[in-house]
């Protein structure tokens, strides 16, 4: 698929997702951004582990302001989201994998639960197809 092919594919996807799937995309991002982080680390590639986690933290900022402060929820969520952008800063200062991967950790559990909160969303909507 060329370039251009696959970048209107994702703007595409964006544009049609709900916002279910459009947070479900941003921990994707963020995942994606911290491996990337890591690999900076682990290749003594500093631009590369900065520019990523600078990444991932403005996805985890993000989460953070879209946040409806009306549900209770959001009091339970916003400390762990505050945690995890404070361990991102944490490793990029130390340039600490362990770190990075605690981080990692609690964004594939957020991740996941947001998963299923899509899936059962669309069988409710759609029926048990709803998993397409």
Known sequence: MSTQAYQAYQSNSVQTASP?????????????????????IEEKDYE?????????????QELMVTMNPDYDITNEVMPLYEYINRRLMEANLHNDTTILNEASELVTEFRDTWKEVV??????????????
């Open 20 to 40: 279910g799937e459009l947070t479900l995309m941003l921990y994707n991002g963020c995942l994606k951004f911290m491996k990337l982080a890591k690999r900076g």
């Open 48 to 60: 590369l582990k900065n520019t990523n986690i600078q990444k991932a933290q403005r996805i985890i």
């Open 119 to 132: 899936r059962q969303t669309r069988q409710q909507k759609f029926g048990e197809g709803g998993n397409a």
